[in-house]
């Protein structure tokens, strides 16, 4: 009788208090029947790993368009590590340049959208990456 | 799938992954859901006091239970906030944006915070919702609060299944308590006017008190964004408990909650033999629905009979 919904966490890290991305977000995954939990913007890594952990989320979005993520999105990863909750994966996306890409999956970062990933797409992305963990 | 020993040893050790795999396992009805609720540490459950915030949207509940979270863990005790949210019911998703207000606490293993959302069930959301309630009461957490907008019967059922039941409003929201006396007033153990520092405040506090008086509660003032009038809110929850266990009111409302989720259990569980019923016969359209389901239940009844 199990009635499944995929949960995602939606953060903000560090100091970019642009979030009209983010919200973007996490309304598409509501409209595509996930239970969406927003951090709201400014919060540190810890938080979000933290805040991830308590509400037994599927996965983790996190987005940045201030220039920070080579140092945040990989704080998070960790963090998560710390808490043995390293099995949530992790998204990001924001301003983000192409060259930073293969640093950040070394970083465990799973996957990585940019300002011209289409919302389907990144749907579609998260839907996979949740399959995924359910059946791991 | 899960291992479910550990997760209740987890729960014990007060561990916040334990807690939160717990709480899912059982909101998604995931095998092992019963054995870990038939594992909980009852004499936590019994202690606990579970208090509901309910109010009009805008009203400031999660402000409010933010600052009552913060005044709890001055005292020293290890918190639990169940935060419901309504599933949208065209694509069944939902946003939780109480974590914005509680994201101070988030670094606290002492305050254990989890967003649920309605799913759509009729009854089923109360269930849920008492099993996490339960989770966290066993996994240390006294109080716990239990924050939703208080319309429509199931999170009116949530709401009359706690302790102790505040009913939360602010001036300035409109014709709110008009809307209210259809049945929260009734139900509510203590009125808060919140934002009381806002035009209008006074005149929301004199209507309330002629609705309180009547039924021998009170209206406190606070104003949350600014920690104003919280301590007292609190001390007089705690008292009510006290007087509340005291005089038995508090088993019997326990009795009474617990009645409602094995009702509520059992629709759930029933739901998915209607479904099927529903759709493996051909659908006469010429019949009146409600005699369809009298059909149905007689059926189901029927086959109950020559199982047993």
Redesign the interface.
Known sequence: MSQKKYRILIGKPGLDGHDRGAKCIARALRDAGYEVIYTGIRRTPEEIAAAAVQEDVDAVGLSSLSGAHLVLFPEVVENLRKQEADDIPVIGGGIIPEEDMPNLKEQGISRVFTPGTSMQEIINTFTEICEKGAHA | MHNIEQIVHGIEEEN??S???A??IV????SGADQLLDSLDTKKIEKSMLVGITGAPGAGKSTLTNRLVEHCRDLGKRVGVVAIDP??P????????D??RM?QH??DREV????M?T?GRLGGLCASAGAAVRVMAAGGCDPVFIETVGVGQSEMDIIQSSDITALVSAPGLGDDIQALKAGLLEVADIMVVNKADCPGADLLCMELEEVAQEKGRRVFRTVAAKNEGIEALFSYMRELFSTHRESGESARRRKQARQREIVDWSM??LR?YVNELCESREDDLGTDPKIRALEITQRLLQDDDSRG
Do not use: K
């Open positions: 916040s992954r807690i939160a795999r709480i899912s909101e998604d009805g995931d599933s949208s065209i694509s069944g998703g939902a946003i939780h944006g974590r914005i994201m988030a670094m254990v915070v989890r967003s959302a799913r759930e569980m998915p």
